[in-house]
Nanobody, 120 residues
């Protein structure tokens, strides 16, 4: 089982920057990929960015502004968010797709979510 904990959220002015961090913990797993989703009030949860090995994907709405990166040794994923807009206001969720080594099951894990508010 993989546990994910996000940090780095908060309140920022439009045009500002934040960096979200997510730490994975647990035992006997291999993480294949990690990513970020977000959910704004009254809206569906959407994919923001994913990182699977060398394959990086971004939502069109964040391309050129957000950067996802991973530290494989630390089992961390980051989301650098620049040029933030009020539309980026949401709860951001970290995800990990992992293989549980004891059962050989593939599991999608979710963090608890962290608030990002971009003031207007």
């Amino acid at each position: 089982q993989v546990q994910l904990v996000e940090s780095g959220g908060g309140l920022v002015q439009p045009g500002g920057s934040l960096r979200l961090s997510c730490a994975a913990s647990g035992s006997a797993f291999n993480i294949n990929g990690m990513g970020w989703y977000r959910q704004a009030p009254g809206k569906e949860r959407i994919l923001v960015a994913t990182s699977y090995g060398s394959r990086i994907n971004y939502a069109d709405s964040v391309k050129g502004r957000f950067t996802i990166s991973r530290d494989l040794a630390k089992k961390m994923v980051y989301l650098q968010m620049n040029s933030l807009k009020p539309e980026d206001t949401a709860v951001y969720y970290c995800t990990a797709d992992s293989l549980e080594l004891t059962s050989m099951r593939r599991v999608r894990s979710w963090g608890q979510g962290i608030q990002v508010i971009v003031s207007s």
